[in-house]
Protein backbone atom coordinates (compact mmCIF):
# COMPACT_ATOMS: atom_id res chain seq x y z
CA UNK A 1 0.00 0.00 0.00
CA UNK A 2 1.29 3.43 -1.09
CA UNK A 3 -0.02 7.07 -1.33
CA UNK A 4 1.76 9.40 -3.29
CA UNK A 5 1.45 12.89 -3.96
CA UNK A 6 3.18 14.65 -6.70
CA UNK A 7 3.07 18.43 -6.23
CA UNK A 8 4.33 21.11 -8.86
CA UNK A 9 3.55 24.02 -11.32
CA UNK A 10 1.54 23.28 -14.19
CA UNK A 11 4.69 22.00 -16.62
CA UNK A 12 6.51 20.84 -13.49
CA UNK A 13 6.80 17.48 -15.38
CA UNK A 14 3.91 15.60 -13.00
CA UNK A 15 1.83 13.47 -15.36
CA UNK A 16 5.26 12.22 -16.57
CA UNK A 17 6.98 11.37 -13.60
CA UNK A 18 3.32 10.20 -12.16
CA UNK A 19 2.74 7.84 -14.97
CA UNK A 20 6.38 6.51 -14.85
CA UNK A 21 6.16 5.74 -11.02
CA UNK A 22 2.87 4.28 -12.24
CA UNK A 23 4.02 1.31 -15.01
CA UNK A 24 7.38 1.16 -12.33
CA UNK A 25 5.60 0.81 -8.96
CA UNK A 26 2.06 -0.82 -10.43
CA UNK A 27 -0.33 1.49 -8.82
CA UNK A 28 -3.02 4.06 -10.30
CA UNK A 29 -2.06 7.26 -11.42
CA UNK A 30 -4.54 9.58 -11.33
CA UNK A 31 -4.76 13.55 -11.48
CA UNK A 32 -7.78 15.98 -9.73
CA UNK A 33 -7.54 18.09 -12.48
CA UNK A 34 -8.79 15.29 -15.16
CA UNK A 35 -11.45 14.14 -12.90
CA UNK A 36 -12.65 17.80 -13.19
CA UNK A 37 -12.52 17.93 -16.52
CA UNK A 38 -14.41 14.82 -17.14
CA UNK A 39 -16.90 16.11 -14.67
CA UNK A 40 -17.11 19.17 -16.34
CA UNK A 41 -18.00 17.71 -19.51
CA UNK A 42 -22.01 17.29 -18.06
CA UNK A 43 -24.52 19.33 -19.22
CA UNK A 44 -25.46 19.75 -15.23
CA UNK A 45 -25.06 23.09 -12.97
CA UNK A 46 -21.97 21.37 -11.24
CA UNK A 47 -20.79 20.69 -14.90
CA UNK A 48 -21.12 23.86 -16.02
CA UNK A 49 -19.95 25.35 -12.42
CA UNK A 50 -16.56 23.42 -13.13
CA UNK A 51 -15.76 24.73 -16.65
CA UNK A 52 -15.98 28.03 -16.23
CA UNK A 53 -14.08 27.91 -12.96
CA UNK A 54 -11.34 26.09 -14.54
CA UNK A 55 -11.33 27.73 -17.67
CA UNK A 56 -10.42 31.04 -15.46
CA UNK A 57 -7.50 28.88 -13.90
CA UNK A 58 -9.27 29.45 -10.95
CA UNK A 59 -9.64 26.82 -7.71
CA UNK A 60 -12.44 24.58 -7.44
CA UNK A 61 -13.71 25.69 -3.92
CA UNK A 62 -12.10 23.19 -0.83
CA UNK A 63 -15.31 21.18 -0.04
CA UNK A 64 -16.41 20.49 -3.05
CA UNK A 65 -13.32 19.52 -4.27
CA UNK A 66 -12.49 17.85 -0.97
CA UNK A 67 -16.05 15.54 -1.27
CA UNK A 68 -15.17 14.64 -5.18
CA UNK A 69 -11.65 13.21 -4.37
CA UNK A 70 -12.73 11.39 -1.94
CA UNK A 71 -15.81 9.71 -2.93
CA UNK A 72 -13.19 8.82 -6.52
CA UNK A 73 -10.32 7.50 -4.19
CA UNK A 74 -13.12 5.23 -2.88
CA UNK A 75 -13.16 3.03 -6.33
CA UNK A 76 -11.85 -0.49 -5.32
CA UNK A 77 -9.06 -0.25 -8.07
CA UNK A 78 -7.38 2.73 -5.38
CA UNK A 79 -7.43 0.24 -2.58
CA UNK A 80 -3.95 -0.89 -2.51
CA UNK A 81 -2.68 2.87 -3.17
CA UNK A 82 -2.41 5.62 -5.93
CA UNK A 83 -0.53 8.19 -7.46
CA UNK A 84 -2.31 11.67 -6.97
CA UNK A 85 -1.54 14.56 -8.96
CA UNK A 86 -3.02 18.32 -8.17
CA UNK A 87 -4.74 17.40 -4.59
CA UNK A 88 -4.12 18.86 -2.31
CA UNK A 89 -3.43 22.27 -3.51
CA UNK A 90 -4.30 24.12 0.01
CA UNK A 91 -3.80 23.59 2.95
CA UNK A 92 -7.55 23.10 4.01
CA UNK A 93 -7.75 20.32 1.91
CA UNK A 94 -4.30 18.55 3.10
CA UNK A 95 -5.87 19.30 6.72
CA UNK A 96 -9.47 17.50 5.81
CA UNK A 97 -8.14 14.82 3.23
CA UNK A 98 -8.57 11.53 5.47
CA UNK A 99 -6.89 8.99 3.75
CA UNK A 100 -3.41 9.21 4.68
CA UNK A 101 -0.56 10.42 2.48
CA UNK A 102 3.01 8.17 2.29
CA UNK A 103 5.42 10.66 0.49
CA UNK A 104 4.56 13.47 -0.94
CA UNK A 105 6.93 14.74 -4.01
CA UNK A 106 7.90 18.25 -5.01
CA UNK A 107 8.60 18.63 -8.70
CA UNK A 108 10.72 21.74 -8.45
CA UNK A 109 10.59 23.99 -11.66
CA UNK A 110 11.07 27.64 -12.18
CA UNK A 111 7.97 29.60 -13.44
CA UNK A 112 10.10 30.72 -16.17
CA UNK A 113 11.10 27.43 -17.19
CA UNK A 114 7.44 26.04 -16.48
CA UNK A 115 5.95 28.73 -18.71
CA UNK A 116 8.82 27.35 -21.44
CA UNK A 117 7.95 24.20 -21.36
CA UNK A 118 4.28 24.67 -21.49
CA UNK A 119 4.17 27.36 -24.62
CA UNK A 120 6.39 24.40 -26.33
CA UNK A 121 3.78 22.15 -26.23
CA UNK A 122 0.51 21.21 -28.37
CA UNK A 123 -2.81 21.33 -26.04
CA UNK A 124 -5.96 20.53 -27.26
CA UNK A 125 -7.37 21.50 -23.75
CA UNK A 126 -9.87 24.63 -23.26
CA UNK A 127 -8.55 25.68 -20.26
CA UNK A 128 -4.98 26.05 -21.32
CA UNK A 129 -5.20 29.29 -22.11
CA UNK A 130 -1.99 31.99 -20.95
CA UNK A 131 -4.33 33.95 -18.83
CA UNK A 132 -5.55 30.40 -17.10
CA UNK A 133 -1.74 29.34 -16.98
CA UNK A 134 -0.41 32.72 -15.32
CA UNK A 135 -3.39 32.34 -12.82
CA UNK A 136 -2.70 29.19 -11.53
CA UNK A 137 0.80 29.69 -11.37
CA UNK A 138 0.18 32.61 -9.25
CA UNK A 139 -2.16 30.64 -7.12
CA UNK A 140 0.03 27.83 -6.51
CA UNK A 141 2.23 30.38 -5.04
CA UNK A 142 -0.06 31.76 -2.62
CA UNK A 143 -2.12 28.49 -1.51
CA UNK A 144 0.07 25.51 -2.45
CA UNK A 145 3.47 26.51 -1.51
CA UNK A 146 1.81 26.06 2.53
CA UNK A 147 0.48 22.60 1.14
CA UNK A 148 4.78 21.72 0.86
CA UNK A 149 5.62 23.56 4.19
CA UNK A 150 2.80 21.66 5.52
CA UNK A 151 3.93 17.87 4.45
CA UNK A 152 7.45 19.17 5.26
CA UNK A 153 6.77 19.64 8.85
CA UNK A 154 5.59 15.77 9.02
CA UNK A 155 8.67 14.93 7.46
CA UNK A 156 6.86 13.38 4.46
CA UNK A 157 7.95 16.12 1.82
CA UNK A 158 10.86 14.72 -1.18
CA UNK A 159 11.64 17.64 -2.88
CA UNK A 160 13.42 16.72 -6.26
CA UNK A 161 14.98 19.48 -8.84
CA UNK A 162 12.18 19.00 -11.53
CA UNK A 163 15.24 20.87 -14.17
CA UNK A 164 16.65 17.88 -15.07
CA UNK A 165 16.63 14.95 -17.78
CA UNK A 166 13.29 12.73 -17.06
CA UNK A 167 14.95 9.86 -16.49
CA UNK A 168 17.33 11.12 -13.59
CA UNK A 169 14.24 12.89 -12.05
CA UNK A 170 12.67 9.32 -11.97
CA UNK A 171 15.90 7.52 -10.37
CA UNK A 172 15.72 10.66 -7.72
CA UNK A 173 12.18 9.93 -7.02
CA UNK A 174 12.72 6.22 -6.71
CA UNK A 175 15.21 5.87 -4.36
CA UNK A 176 13.43 8.19 -2.15
CA UNK A 177 9.91 5.91 -2.69
CA UNK A 178 11.66 3.17 -1.82
CA UNK A 179 13.82 4.14 1.36
CA UNK A 180 10.30 4.54 2.94
P1 LIG B 1 -4.63 20.78 -13.27
O1 LIG B 1 -4.88 19.82 -14.39
O2 LIG B 1 -4.06 20.14 -12.06
O3 LIG B 1 -3.84 21.98 -13.71
O4 LIG B 1 -6.05 21.30 -12.80
C1 LIG B 1 -6.88 22.01 -13.69
C2 LIG B 1 -7.93 22.80 -12.91
O5 LIG B 1 -8.73 21.90 -12.12
C3 LIG B 1 -7.41 23.81 -11.92
O6 LIG B 1 -7.13 25.05 -12.52
C4 LIG B 1 -8.58 23.92 -10.95
O7 LIG B 1 -9.61 24.70 -11.48
C5 LIG B 1 -9.08 22.49 -10.88
N1 LIG B 1 -8.43 21.73 -9.79
C6 LIG B 1 -7.67 20.62 -9.92
N2 LIG B 1 -7.27 20.17 -8.73
C7 LIG B 1 -7.77 21.02 -7.80
C8 LIG B 1 -7.69 21.10 -6.38
N3 LIG B 1 -7.00 20.20 -5.67
N4 LIG B 1 -8.33 22.12 -5.77
C9 LIG B 1 -9.04 23.02 -6.46
N5 LIG B 1 -9.15 23.01 -7.80
C10 LIG B 1 -8.53 22.03 -8.48
Given at each position: ?????????????????????????????????????????????????????????????????????????????????????GFPRTT?????????VDKVIY??????????????????????????????????????????????????????????????????????????
Open positions: MLKLILIGIQGAGKSTQGNLLSQKLDIPYLSSGHIFREMAKEKTPLGRFLKETMNAGALIPDDKTIEIIEEYLAKPEYAKGYILDKQAEIFSNGLKVSDKEALWRISGRMSDREDETLMAIRKRIELFHEFTEPVIAYYGSQGRLVEVDGERDIQEIFNDILTHVEAK
